[in-house]
């Protein structure tokens, strides 16, 4: 099963992953990292396609992304 996460620690909240996801699965979570940003996550893990969308957008590299 695919499985993309996020780590909060270099996610700086730019939204390009949420844009790019075509299954429209990626959100800003409500909490915040320790750089104040609200960081991005995926909130339904089993929809994901592991199209690797998000990985290629993310500027920081904040993303992994299973299959």
Do not use: W
């Not at 994901?48 to 290629?56: F, T």
Request: proline content about 6%.
């Amino acid at each position: 099963m695919p499985r993309m996460t996020v780590d909060p620690y270099y996610c700086k909240g730019c939204g390009l992953c949420i844009a790019a996801c075509p299954k429209k699965i990626i959100r800003f979570s409500e909490q915040i990292n320790a750089k104040g940003y609200h960081y991005a996550e995926c909130f339904k893990q089993d929809e994901c396609i592991a199209c690797r969308m998000c990985y290629q957008t993310c500027p920081d590299g904040a993303i992994t992304v299973e299959k």
